[in-house]
């Protein structure tokens, strides 16, 4: 069992920065891929961003792509995600989620064990 706690949602202005971070509890984090996703109102929930078990792969969403990073720290028990330049787009609710570690679909939620409540971020524009 893992336990996921996210915090660092917000109101921001476009063009503006957040941090979004993940903390685990339970079994080591570098038994999984960790992944974060998104759920605006009235949408399905749709993958963000991803770390391999070593943090040495990631994977991202185009729209996102150089713009948010994934960063991870297994003795932490942590994975980040570091948003710049948001758009009113990037409005959601963000959660954390991890997946074993030989896991290969990393954009499907399906692959996916474990879920954190979620985290809400807000960009105006």
């Known amino acids: 069992q893992v336990q996921l706690v996210e915090s660092g949602g917000g109101l921001v202005q476009a063009g503006g920065s957040l941090r979004l971070s993940c903390t685990g509890s339970?079994?080591?984090?570098?038994?999984?891929?960790m992944g974060w996703f998104r759920q605006a109102p009235g949408k399905e929930r749709k993958f963000v961003a991803a770390?391999?078990?070593?943090?040495?792969?990631?994977y991202y969403e185009d729209s996102v792509k150089g713009r948010f990073t994934i960063s991870r720290d297994n003795p932490k028990n942590t994975v980040d995600l570091q948003m710049n330049s948001l758009k009113p787009e990037d409005t959601a609710v963000y959660y954390c989620?991890?997946?074993?570690?030989?896991?290969?679909?990393?954009?499907?939620?399906?692959?996916?064990?474990?879920w954190g409540q979620g985290t809400q971020v807000t960009v105006s524009s």
């Open positions: 770390s391999n078990w070593s943090g040495g792969n990631t």
């Open positions: 339970g079994r080591a984090f570098s038994n999984y891929v």
């Open positions: 989620a991890a997946a074993p570690w030989y896991t290969t679909s990393h954009t499907n939620t399906g692959s996916y064990d474990y």
